[in-house]
């Protein structure tokens, strides 16, 4: 048996295991959670970052990008906390509860806990779980994420986060906003758990306040959707980041279930959005959806895998990519049929817009099916903008700048209207407008 080549580390990953080696110590879990977490560390030394000869990482070289490790983000006070969100707008006037994670740990102080519960939701802090008896099932991966380099980053540093659990039949009345903040620079890494129990409605939006400066953001969304239950999701990330922002969301959807999402990216220098969803009970849907916006040099990677597990369930999956300058994005989507899943329906579809002559787009939709009696597609478009449509808005005395906008706003919509959330479609597109307007 030949011993593992070791491989040369870049200062990224020199600077992680050294960072490692020094937070191990202060690290929250039990002795099960920190075997999970020396057994990611020593991932992460003996493979290093993901970088372009990982498949699934071939369009979005993590390991080229990160240049150093920051440190990881120090507690924040709430007072800190509470001048970052004064002066950050998210969704304006609606209303809504609001739970915030400040630098990587919650902060019950500014979180809505006790009105939610109230709505039958209790939130607790994800610490509490990792230093209980089951701490370690906390931290569960997959199997179709394998060894992912994202996960194991986020195991090995985990800071904290929330349990969020909804209880039967609840419906609540208010969308609930999870909100990350960032106090002061530094790597911030969290996970937080989000439970719909059956029969019960749950909508949340997932925000992210502040500046990390070089430190990476990494946090997992681990959703479980119970039979009967309904749960939307909103992403929006639309700051700027200059270190590497790393999403990860695992679902998994019981019987007669919806899950819904939509991932919005603007902003990020280097941006992943990546999900792993299975079906585990029949007659269910997920809808995903992705709204993406790149400039500059910057790169916006969206990626998912779909498992078909179970007979008779949707999914359908539509993403739209609008890339300037020399920006690149990235689209990597599978949906796995397995044997006995018989009368699975799903469809993909990807598309992009380039506006800029050095913009780079890389479209990969996958279909794996065992199954002989389904229904599933996939489809890919890129292109420049029409120059029919554009010469027509022009001729009726639209300024080519708004005419553009305007083009730009009917491509990137239809994923937003698909998605069919009213309380925060006004926003994601006004969120376009400021985007195309910077």
């Not at 102080?109 to 701490?135: I, K, R």
């Not at 999900?275 to 500059?296: D, H, L, P, W």
Request: glycine letters at 8%; charged letters at 25%.
């Amino acid at each position: 048996m030949n011993a593992p080549t070791p491989i040369n580390h870049t200062q990224a990953e020199a600077g992680l295991v050294a960072r490692f080696d020094a937070a191990r110590p202060s690290l929250a879990g039990s002795i099960a959670v920190t075997a999970l977490r020396d057994a990611a560390a020593e991932q992460i030394k003996a493979k290093g970052l993901p970088h372009r000869r990982v498949e699934e990482y071939k369009y979005t070289d993590l390991r080229a990008f990160m240049k150093l490790a920051a440190p990881l983000a120090t507690p924040a006070t709430s007072a800190e906390a509470k001048a970052v969100l004064d002066g950050f707008e998210s969704y304006g006037t609606l209303d809504r509860y609001r739970i915030v994670i400040a630098n990587g740990t919650f902060n019950a102080d500014l979180s809505d806990v006790d009105v939610l519960a109230a709505e039958g939701v209790t939130v607790t802090d994800f610490n509490d779980g990792l230093a209980g008896e089951n701490g370690s099932e906390l931290l569960a991966t997959p199997k179709m994420a394998g060894q992912d380099g994202t996960l194991a980053l986020n195991t090995a540093f985990l800071q904290g986060g929330v349990v969020i659990s909804v209880k039967d039949g609840a419906d609540v009345s208010k969308p609930v906003e999870l909100v990350q903040v960032a106090v002061g620079e530094g790597a911030q890494v969290s996970r937080n758990r989000i439970v719909v129990a059956k029969g019960a409605t749950f909508k949340l939006l997932e925000t992210f306040a502040g500046d990390t400066g070089a430190g990476e953001t990494n946090v997992v969304f681990d959703y479980d959707v119970a039979d009967g239950a309904r749960l939307a999701v909103t992403r929006l990330m639309a700051g700027k980041a200059e270190g590497a922002t790393l999403f990860t969301s695992l679902a998994r959807i019981g019987a007669d279930a919806e899950f819904k999402t939509l991932g919005f990216l603007a902003g990020p220098a280097f941006a992943r959005n990546q999900q792993f969803i299975s079906f585990t009970g029949e007659n269910s849907e997920a809808k995903i959806y992705g709204v993406t916006m790149a400039r500059n040099r910057d790169l916006a990677d969206q990626t998912l895998i779909v498992d078909h597990a179970v007979p008779h369930c949707n999914s359908r999956e539509f993403f739209k990519t609008v890339l300037d300058d020399e920006a690149r994005g990235v689209y990597q989507g599978r949906i796995n049929v397995a044997p006995h899943a018989q009368k699975t329906d799903g469809e993909m579809m990807t598309q992009a817009l380039l506006l800029g002559e050095g913009a780079e787009m890389a479209n990969k939709p996958e279909l794996e099916i065992f199954a002989d009696d389904v229904l599933c597609a996939h489809g890919a478009t890129c292109g420049e903008m029409d120059a029919d449509l554009l010469f027509y808005l022009r001729a009726r005395g639209i300024p080519e700048a708004e005419a553009r906008t305007l083009l730009v706003l009917a491509f990137l919509s239809e994923a937003i209207e698909e998605f069919d959330e009213d309380t925060v479609t006004e926003e994601l597109v006004a969120r376009v407008r400021a985007w195309l307007a910077a």
